[in-house]
């Protein structure tokens, strides 16, 4: 168990997960910080209950946001390895050890899960098949050589977590996270983790119409640098 | 023929930006849907605009400030776009500054036992931007009562 790793989940309104979730990363000793999104269903109640630090933003901003409130959380508590989570339970707490492992083995600063090299269950043709554009268009934008561009389970090293900024609030974040990766000319390595897609995950999940929104928001970034 | 091109770009990048405005304001989205598609009818057919022109009087120069008008205005709804991006930006900030000076749930550290519950004041960090200075001013009620008493 690595000592000053922190697992980041941002959570908003995920009241039916974040306990199961925040518990079984507890029991597996990891340190968790969710950040509460302004929730408005108990969310961050939940969490502290279960055993999480909880940041608790005062108004509703994002998963952007929530990430980089979390990340800047995790390095003012002394974290080497921070692990970013999904908060409704799609992601499995035994992958986290082999992200660990990569980023020393490889001597990388970014260990991003890959549901492609791994295993999905239940994931919706559709969805796979947005999933492999948005993987092209990274390819495309960044130069980064991805099976899987949108996976929210990543690891990163102190280094690298200090050397990325997240400005875009919202569901553009994850493909800003790759834009500053590619930006930071750091190591990154791809690591097979498994994704499990229930009704609730899906329901809570990004709709094929916010990638429109994505192309937006990341096209707006570009004109106000 | 270029110029068309643009303009039916442009006015094609207001229809998106209305169909992801629709959820948030659907008003807004279909004001501006109507206009936008009603721009690119009059970008490739601008005999009709014309004959609008004609029908209510106004010759066919009207075309150009037409054509202008539309351009001014994605100009405009883009540079608010950005505005508004920036503000948010700013209130990111201030939040984020807001919530990481509130933490005050800390669960102890190394391994917990399954079930177990950790001491949360996590109503008070809710509220808590606002919580000090309320406990200061009622910490200044108190002492000006007990000096207007003693």
């Given at each position: 168990m690595h000592p000053k790793l922190w697992v980041i989940c941002a959570a908003y309104n995920e009241a039916p997960a974040?306990?199961?979730?925040?518990?079984?990363?507890?029991?597996a000793g990891y340190k968790v910080v969710v950040v509460d999104d302004g929730s408005t269903d108990g969310t961050g109640q939940i969490a502290a209950a279960a055993g999480a630090t909880v940041v608790v933003q005062p108004i509703n901003l994002g998963q952007g946001a929530a990430l980089?409130?979390?990340?800047?959380?995790?390095?003012?508590?002394?974290?080497?390895?921070?692990?970013?989570?999904?908060?409704?339970?799609?992601?499995?707490?035994?992958?986290?050890?082999?992200?660990?492992d990569a980023l020393g083995r490889e001597r990388a600063d970014f260990a991003l899960g890959s549901r492609f090299l791994g295993q999905?269950?239940?994931?919706?043709?559709?969805?796979?098949?947005?999933?492999?554009?948005?993987?092209?268009?990274?390819?495309?934008?960044?130069?980064l050589r991805l099976t899987d561009s949108h996976n929210g389970l990543r690891a990163l090293t102190r280094q690298g977590a200090a050397a990325i900024r997240l400005r875009q609030n919202r569901m553009a974040h994850a493909s800003e996270i790759l834009a500053e990766i590619a930006r930071s000319g750091r190591r990154y390595v791809e690591v097979p983790?498994?994704?499990?897609?229930?009704?609730?995950?899906?329901?809570?999940?990004?709709r094929i119409g916010?990638?429109?929104?994505?192309?937006?928001?990341?096209?707006a970034q570009e004109l106000s640098r | 023929m270029i110029a068309q091109v643009i303009f039916s770009l442009l006015l094609c990048?207001?229809?998106?930006?209305?169909?992801?405005?629709?959820?948030?304001?659907?008003?807004?989205?279909?004001?501006?849907?109507?206009?936008?598609?009603?721009?690119?009818?009059?970008?490739?057919?601008?005999?009709?605009s014309t004959r609008l022109a004609e029908f209510v009087g106004i010759g066919r120069g009207v075309d150009l400030v037409l054509y202008t008008w539309v351009a001014i205005s994605l100009i405009v709804l883009l540079n608010l776009h950005l505005k508004l991006r920036t503000q948010l930006e700013l209130i990111t900030v201030l939040a984020r500054k807001i919530?990481?000076?509130?933490?005050?749930?800390?669960?102890?550290?190394?391994?917990r036992e399954p079930g177990a519950t950790s001491v949360s004041t996590l109503n008070d960090a809710r509220t808590s931007p606002l919580k000090p200075h309320a406990a200061k001013l009622d910490e200044g009620r108190s002492r000006r009562k007990r000096d207007r008493s003693a």
């Amino acid at each position: 168990m690595h000592p000053k790793l922190w697992v980041i989940c941002a959570a908003y309104n995920e009241a039916p997960a974040i306990g199961r979730v925040v518990t079984e990363l507890r029991r597996a000793g990891y340190k968790v910080v969710v950040v509460d999104d302004g929730s408005t269903d108990g969310t961050g109640q939940i969490a502290a209950a279960a055993g999480a630090t909880v940041v608790v933003q005062p108004i509703n901003l994002g998963q952007g946001a929530a990430l980089q409130t979390g990340i800047d959380y995790a390095l003012s508590q002394d974290a080497d390895i921070l692990v970013t989570f999904d908060a409704d339970g799609q992601h499995r707490v035994s992958d986290i050890p082999r992200l660990v492992d990569a980023l020393g083995r490889e001597r990388a600063d970014f260990a991003l899960g890959s549901r492609f090299l791994g295993q999905s269950y239940n994931l919706p043709a559709l969805r796979r098949w947005v999933l492999h554009a948005a993987t092209v268009f990274t390819r495309l934008t960044t130069g980064l050589r991805l099976t899987d561009s949108h996976n929210g389970l990543r690891a990163l090293t102190r280094q690298g977590a200090a050397a990325i900024r997240l400005r875009q609030n919202r569901m553009a974040h994850a493909s800003e996270i790759l834009a500053e990766i590619a930006r930071s000319g750091r190591r990154y390595v791809e690591v097979p983790v498994t994704i499990e897609y229930t009704a609730y995950s899906l329901a809570k999940g990004q709709r094929i119409g916010d990638s429109v929104m994505i192309l937006r928001d990341l096209f707006a970034q570009e004109l106000s640098r | 023929m270029i110029a068309q091109v643009i303009f039916s770009l442009l006015l094609c990048s207001v229809l998106l930006y209305a169909w992801t405005e629709y959820r948030r304001s659907p008003v807004v989205a279909l004001l501006s849907f109507v206009v936008a598609a009603a721009g690119v009818y009059f970008v490739w057919v601008p005999a009709h605009s014309t004959r609008l022109a004609e029908f209510v009087g106004i010759g066919r120069g009207v075309d150009l400030v037409l054509y202008t008008w539309v351009a001014i205005s994605l100009i405009v709804l883009l540079n608010l776009h950005l505005k508004l991006r920036t503000q948010l930006e700013l209130i990111t900030v201030l939040a984020r500054k807001i919530a990481l000076a509130n933490v005050n749930v800390r669960p102890v550290e190394g391994r917990r036992e399954p079930g177990a519950t950790s001491v949360s004041t996590l109503n008070d960090a809710r509220t808590s931007p606002l919580k000090p200075h309320a406990a200061k001013l009622d910490e200044g009620r108190s002492r000006r009562k007990r000096d207007r008493s003693a």
